[in-house]
């Protein structure tokens, strides 16, 4: 089975997260059929790494064979970029049986609907790269990052758990931070924790957005945050 051709599946880069989209969810986590995403899956496993606007999947294969025993998903509100995601996995499953059975995507809206796909306190790692910037004022609104939204992620969050970003637009990338120090649930990872993390160089290249970034020499600006526990600090 060969890997899906990226031409067939291209479609704009933006899609609005605030209109009304058709999407199937749970109204509990309970209720969700994971076996359909990974059809492998024994036991009673739930995901724990989630990367949320996912695009065409190349941090999910990098990561899936550093972390065979983690079930990751990636989420992606563009259909032909959620479908290319899906048959990317399902031919390389195919290439290989007994890789990439802890990977699946979810076409859904990651600023509506996670709490009906994940219990509290769930996830160990969540990741936002590349997330598109809404450049104009008025719909910063959108960001996947605001402070309403990070309470949210907090809530899915395991105590400990981990939040990764990288941009190439500094920008965004200063509104993310302000973001994330100014949340009381959050603090900042040092240099010295990421320096011990292998997943951070695995954050610049393992995406095609930020292949792309490389060729245009771009900037990359990393930021990564810890979910701190709920009782609160004297």
């Known amino acids: 089975m060969a890997l899906p051709q990226k031409k067939y599946?291209?479609?704009r880069a933006h899609s609005n997260p605030i209109a009304d989209h058709c999407f199937d969810y749970?109204?509990?986590?309970?209720?969700y059929n994971w076996s359909n995403l990974y059809p492998a899956l024994h036991g009673n496993s739930?995901?724990?790494?989630?990367?949320?606007?996912?695009?065409?999947?190349?941090?999910?294969?990098?990561?899936?064979?550093?972390?065979?025993?983690?079930?990751?998903?990636?989420?992606?509100i563009r259909v032909k970029v959620s479908d290319y995601v899906n048959d990317r996995i399902q031919a390389l499953r195919v290439q290989h049986p007994e890789m990439y059975q802890n990977i699946a995507v979810l076409r859904t809206n990651a600023m509506k609907y996670l709490p009906n796909?994940?219990?509290?306190?769930?996830?160990?790692?969540?990741?936002?790269?590349y997330p598109d910037p809404h450049f104009k004022k008025a719909k910063h609104k959108w960001r996947i990052i605001n402070k309403w939204l990070l309470s949210e992620y907090a809530y899915i969050l395991a105590?400990?758990?981990?939040?990764?970003?990288?941009?190439?637009?500094?920008?965004?990338?200063?509104?993310?931070?302000?973001?994330?120090?100014?949340?009381p649930l959050f603090e900042r990872l040092s240099k010295g924790e990421l320096e011990s993390d292998?997943?951070?160089?695995?954050?610049?290249?393992?995406?095609?957005e930020g292949q792309k970034v490389t060729r245009n020499n771009g900037d990359k600006y990393v930021a990564v945050f810890r979910r701190i526990s709920d009782k609160w600090k004297d």
């Open 198 to 208: 292998p997943i951070i160089e695995k954050l610049y290249e393992s995406t095609e």
């Open 159 to 183: 105590e400990q758990g981990i939040v990764y970003t990288i941009t190439d637009v500094k920008d965004l990338h200063e509104w993310m931070v302000v973001h994330f120090e100014e949340h």
């Open 46 to 76: 739930e995901v724990e790494f989630l990367d949320v606007g996912c695009g065409y999947g190349g941090l999910l294969v990098t990561l899936s064979p550093m972390y065979p025993k983690q079930l990751m998903l990636g989420l992606e």
């Open 26 to 31: 749970p109204a509990h986590p309970d209720e």
């Open 117 to 129: 796909f994940f219990h509290k306190g769930q996830l160990q790692k969540m990741f936002f790269l």
């Open 9 to 11: 599946y291209r479609q």
